[in-house]
């Protein structure tokens, strides 16, 4: 049962380097998001999509870029990283219930990210 | 807008004694609650949720909440703390005026002392 899966676990850039953050499901969830941890400082949401095709920003989007060509894939790509971006990311899915948005979401085990 | 706070970000309790996370939220619709639960270096799972069903909600592993609109609050309860229970836990409100996103509180991290 592979669920929602992030690739890299581990990753280190230097300032200015671009790179992409992978998250796939094979739960044919509708819904998924993505969302930076830092301490003190919860989970806050970037991006997040509802299918195939459609995007929205979330409270930072800031720096993030994402799409959502197929139902499985919704990659994060960072687009010129700074140490700002030093966090870690979750992807997570839902399958969403259109009538009251209380899907559950299921939380990939995160990627670390570490911009010098 | 919606958000939620969580207050106190690190909780100790006793092993066995009764457990009580702090959750207050806002929202300007009735709003679905849900309380995640961390353990070191994985994802969240969820442990319960409030949909507006019955007010007092029983999760996973004994815990359970309770939705009081009047005081805006769905605080996460368990009679008595085990061991295991050491993780942080987040809470989280979802349901905004037709779009989907879920905001999470910034965590508690719950201490078992033996």
């Known amino acids: 049962n592979a669920g929602v899966t992030q690739t890299p676990k581990f990753q280190v850039l230097k300032t200015g380097q671009s790179m992409t953050l992978q998250c796939a499901q094979d739960?044919?969830?509708?819904?998924m998001s993505w969302y930076r941890q830092d301490p003190g400082m919860g989970l806050r949401l970037i991006h997040y999509?509802?299918?195939?095709?459609?995007?929205d920003q979330g409270e930072v989007p800031n720096g993030y870029n994402v799409s959502r060509s197929t139902t499985e894939d919704f990659p994060l790509r960072l687009l010129s990283a700074a140490p700002s971006q030093t966090s870690v990311y979750f992807c997570?899915?839902?399958?969403?219930?259109?009538?009251?948005?209380?899907?559950?979401?299921?939380f990939g085990e995160g990627s670390r990210l570490t911009v010098l | 807008a919606q958000s939620v706070t969580q207050l106190g970000s690190h909780v100790s309790v006793s092993e066995g004694a009764l457990v009580l996370l702090r959750c207050n939220y806002s929202?300007?619709?009735?709003?679905?609650l849900f309380w995640y639960v961390q353990y070191p270096n994985q994802g969240l799972q969820l442990l319960l949720k409030?949909?507006?069903?019955?007010?007092l909600v029983k999760g996973i592993n004994g815990f359970e909440a309770e939705f009081k609109k009047s005081e805006t609050s769905f605080h996460l309860t368990k009679p008595s703390a085990h061991m295991s229970d050491a993780a942080e836990y987040f809470c989280?409100?979802?349901?905004?005026?037709?779009?989907?996103?879920?905001?999470f509180g910034t965590g508690t991290r719950l201490k078992v002392l033996a």
């Open positions: 997570a899915s839902s399958p969403r219930d259109r009538v009251s948005n209380t899907g559950e979401l299921f």
């Open positions: 739960m044919n969830h509708e819904y």
């Open positions: 999509s509802v299918g195939a095709g459609i995007t």
């Open positions: 929202s300007s619709v009735p709003p679905y």
């Open positions: 409030y949909t507006s069903a019955a007010t």
């Open positions: 989280a409100v979802s349901r905004t005026s037709g779009t989907y996103k879920y905001i």
